[in-house]
């Protein structure tokens, strides 16, 4: 079944919109990060307190645990689709929640990279 571009769904209001997976565990994070190294889109992951540069997400359980010893961390995933970023925050771990600019999705051609990573995170 094919998603059909609706142009006010991506109206510019100053909001993101956002992707979600409810009822996550760390085991469908796990999967998530695992599809990734066999993905052809550029992806960037980044710690705020590290003074590592950008690299790569390997154990999901292990971030979590990171984020939970200290509160004042945080991470970000950023998936590069075409030409949209889909971003994570790693905010809960019961969530899988990207985010995107509806700016960046202008058209037919656009609405198809946000489908394609929808059904990526689907079936993933």
């Known amino acids: ?13 100053g909001a993101l919109r956002d992707l979600c997976i409810l009822d996550a565990n760390v085991e469908d994070w796990q999967r998530i990060i695992s599809s990734l190294s066999s993905s052809e889109w550029e992806v960037s992951f980044t710690m705020t307190l590290s003074a590592e540069p950008p690299g ?4 999901a359980r292990e ?10 961390d945080s991470a970000t995933l950023a998936i590069l689709v075409d ?23 202008s058209d037919e051609t656009s609405f198809r990279s946000v489908e394609r990573f929808m059904r990526w995170l689907g079936d993933t």
């Open 1 to 13: 079944m094919r998603m059909h571009y609706r142009r006010e769904d991506f109206l510019v209001d």
């Open 56 to 59: 790569v997400l390997n154990d």
């Open 63 to 72: 971030l979590f645990e990171t984020l939970a010893i200290d509160g004042e």
């Open 83 to 105: 030409d949209i970023w889909f971003t994570c925050y790693f905010f809960d771990m019961g969530e899988v929640e990207f985010t995107f600019d509806p700016e960046d999705v």
